[in-house]
């Protein structure tokens, strides 16, 4: 039920944007967020936002270089990685849960499958 995309490789410095796609007509019941995992290593909260948009939550490794932001017409959570490092290297994985709270703390109802992204110095 929830689709991402928009991985890749990609030099530190650049940009990439990530996007998720909710399908089904409650999108807006779910606060959204992003978690990943790199090679080796537990998933971790990256991000999260809530039912509206008006608050977000980050991670303190990608605050000031990473926006999540999301879009409730189109049903869809986007995590914008503006001057990635080769240590934002990691699946990154969509999620969703009834409150801002509970994505930041890894209460998720839904995981979307995986994106790869990978930094190269």
């Known amino acids: 039920q929830l689709q991402a995309s928009g991985g890749g490789l990609v030099q530190a410095g650049d940009s990439l944007r990530l996007s998720c796609v909710r399908s089904?007509?409650?999108?807006?019941?779910?606060?959204m967020g992003w978690f990943r995992q790199a090679p080796g290593e537990e998933r971790k909260f990256v991000a999260a936002?809530?039912?509206?948009?008006?608050?977000?939550s980050y991670a303190d490794s990608v605050k000031g270089r990473f926006t999540i932001s999301r879009d409730n017409v189109r049903n869809s959570v986007y995590l914008q990685m503006d001057s990635p490092k080769p240590e934002d290297t990691a699946v990154y994985y969509c999620?969703?849960?009834?409150?801002?709270?509970?994505?930041?703390?890894?209460?998720?109802?839904?995981w979307g499958q995986g994106t790869l992204v990978t930094v190269s110095s």
């Open positions: 936002i809530s039912r509206t948009g008006a608050t977000t």
């Open positions: 999620a969703a849960d009834f409150s801002e709270r509970s994505v930041v703390s890894g209460q998720i109802v839904y």
């Open positions: 089904g007509r409650t999108f807006i019941a779910y606060a």
